[in-house]
């Protein structure tokens, strides 16, 4: 599955269609944080199926901030979600951006680790999950 660097009005639809599942059905996330009014702003990635049907989604706000990333969960354990975050570093890489953040539900926050990010501060509850700030220093020439 390839991930593709998308603009968010053009693929709207497809975005919406994975994230008011995962956060809005399967989390109970409030659609005045899974739809802040920020995504304009944001640079997206996705992954499509074979199917052509957006799967997986992420965003990285100029701010450095990383969030909404998501995967539908027909989808999840197969590198999809691996793909979306390596793809938003690259973007970030390219934006040259020194640091990259996110807020890692508590549960993911393995994940993350694995890839190079680190607990910066305390737990902390947000939409009603505890999550943990996280960040990663990003170099020049850094293999992903």
């Known amino acids: ?31 005045s944080i899974n739809w802040d009014g920020n995504d304009g702003l944001c640079q997206h990635v996705i992954v499509r199926d074979k199917d052509d049907k957006v799967v997986g989604t992420g965003r990285l706000a100029p701010c450095g901030k990383i969030g909404r990333l998501s995967v539908l969960k027909k989808f999840r354990g197969q590198g999809v979600g691996l793909k979306l975050l390596r793809r938003l570093l690259s973007v970030a890489r390219e934006s040259q951006l020194s640091e990259v953040y996110l807020h890692a539900q508590a549960k993911a926050v393995g994940f993350y680790e694995g890839e190079g990010f680190e607990i910066a501060g305390t737990p902390f509850f947000e939409a009603g999950m505890e999550h943990l700030q996280m960040s990663k220093s990003l170099e020049k020439n850094e293999d992903e």
Do not use: H, K, W
């Not at 603009?7 to 996330?29: L, M, N, P, S, T």
């Open 1 to 31: 599955m390839e991930v593709s660097l998308v603009d968010f009005v053009e693929e709207e639809a497809g975005i919406r269609a994975v994230r008011d599942r995962v956060f809005g059905e399967e989390q109970g996330v409030p659609n």
